[in-house]
């Protein structure tokens, strides 16, 4: 593997159980809001992009559960058919656990390249899903919102990351 | 027991096996939920816990229309006053018109001793966001269990029928509207009084007439109304416009394209109808006209 492609590994402090938990209202929040029009085709799915992120970032402080349940939030508040997001979080928290070590190595740009094949992924299973229940294919901008998801990961990613960053020690100089 | 590992070791099952396990429970959930439409209360409990957020999301869109409404100008609230005593003026002359008619149409339901259509109470609702799932057409309103709202009323907006309502939350209810793949509405031509059933293709802004003899008397600019064959919708609240009208003789049923009348994506007020007066007996005579397959698959 060049050294181009490896990002400095970081010392960061562990991160709490309450911020992970703000993170995810948040998200949620964000996909709540009355998004139309392009927009709504445009946007990414935030509570995937944070799960995700959590899942390669603390492997251990998100489980499959909580992750589920997620999804039961999103299907009913989006009027899906119950279970299609949570079937999808599971599948995208066993991934992210799966390949944690391996993403986690690498600098940005592939880290995003896996982060759009990981949600045109869910993006399949969530088609699969609705295709077996009768409705048609809603056209390719289908997956748009998987391209702008992972274009916002290095931005997600550096803002998830500034609590854990330690705070430079005033003894020191 | 000297091979189990101590207990800093035990991490739980794998997460394949977990994978595997959240699997099995969501294909149980959506199986339920498609096929059998079994889990109404956990819709309705896990509407309670998200009504907060939602509500919360929905704030700033809430505040920046209040504010914007304060700084309406007096031009425009002058124009819009005028705009609104003509139609008033036109309303109020199409509705003595309509006064004279309905008294005299009374007489003569009474005369034939049909029953008297009763009007449908109605209840004034707001859409609060069109639900983002892409495969379906659907929005929600702010009217639910709360406002009395039950599934199945007919919904509209002041110029014709945009849906019906499907799933009801607490204060929240579905309504799926006339666009909708799935759904169904059984119409009257006005022109020419032939019964038909228009679905929805899931795609904006257009509907189709399904199984239509080729040589059925529909034109482009037909007027669509509801026949209120069903038992869902009143009979006679516009529906649709036919936009595109193709007679190809390979096939056996013509292809006849419509738009839909009322604003089914672009009004934010609606009114929810209340419950129809259940149907009486068919009187004899109406029953040879309506074929069994044109009722409404509910």
């Known amino acids: 593997m060049p050294a181009s492609s490896m990002s400095r590994q970081e010392l960061l402090l562990p991160v709490r159980p309450g911020f992970i938990l703000v993170t995810l209202i948040i998200g949620l929040l964000i996909n709540f809001l009355p998004w139309s029009g392009w927009a709504l085709w445009v946007r990414p799915d935030f509570v995937a992009l944070i799960v995700l992120y959590w899942c390669i970032e603390e492997p251990r402080k998100l489980g499959f559960f909580a992750a589920w349940c997620l999804g039961l939030l999103m299907d009913v508040s989006e009027g899906s058919l119950l279970g299609q997001h949570a079937l999808a979080y599971c599948i995208l928290v066993y991934i992210g656990i799966a390949l944690h070590r391996r993403v986690q190595r690498f600098s940005m740009a592939p880290q995003v390249m896996h982060v759009i094949l990981l949600l045109l992924f869910i993006d399949l299973v969530t088609l699969l899903v609705r295709t077996l229940g009768g409705a048609e294919f809603p056209g390719y901008t289908y997956f748009l919102g998987s391209f702008t998801g992972a274009a916002l990961w290095p931005v997600l990613s550096h803002l998830l990351k500034l609590p854990q960053r330690p705070r430079p020690d005033p003894d020191r100089v | ?298």
Not at chain 2, 45 to 68: E, H, M, T
Not at chain 2, 116 to 126: G, Q
Not at chain 2, 164 to 173: A, F, G, I, K, N
Not at chain 2, 210 to 233: E, H, K, N
């Open chain 2, 1 to 298: 027991m000297e091979h189990t590992p101590p207990p800093l070791f035990r991490t739980g099952s794998t997460p394949l096996a977990r994978l595997m396990i959240f699997s099995m429970l969501s294909a149980v959930v959506l199986i339920a939920d498609a096929r059998f439409n079994h889990l109404q209360t956990l819709r309705q409990v896990v509407a309670v816990v998200v009504y907060p957020l939602q509500k919360l999301a929905a704030a700033p869109d809430a505040i920046g229309s209040r504010i914007s409404d304060f700084f309406v100008t007096h031009s425009a609230l002058r124009h819009d006053n005028q705009q609104l005593t003509e139609r008033n003026l036109e309303l109020s002359r199409s509705a003595q018109l309509t006064e004279a008619l309905r008294k005299e149409n009374i007489h003569l339901r009474g005369l034939l001793g049909a029953r008297t259509r009763v009007a449908a109470p109605t209840m004034a609702a707001e859409i609060i966001y069109a639900a983002r799932d892409p495969f379906s057409r659907k929005v929600m309103i702010d009217q639910g269990l709360q406002g009395g709202i039950e599934a199945g009323r007919p919904v509209i907006d002041h110029i014709g029928v945009i849906g019906q309502v499907t799933r009801v939350y607490p204060w929240l209810s579905e309504v799926t509207l006339i666009t909708d793949k799935g759904h169904l509405v059984p119409v009257l031509n006005v022109r020419t009084g032939l019964r038909a059933v228009l679905s929805g293709t899931g795609d904006d802004g257009k509907l189709e007439l399904r199984f239509i003899p080729l040589t059925a008397d529909f034109l482009i600019g037909d007027q669509l109304v509801t026949s209120g064959i069903d038992g869902v919708y009143p009979p006679g609240l516009p529906v649709a416009e036919v936009t595109h009208v193709e007679r190809n003789t390979e096939y056996l049923f013509a292809s006849i394209a419509c738009k839909p009348i009322a604003g089914v994506h672009a009004h934010a007020q609606v009114l929810v109808l209340g419950p129809l007066p259940v149907l009486p007996e068919r009187p004899q005579d109406d029953a040879k006209d309506v074929p069994q397959k044109k009722r409404k698959r509910l």
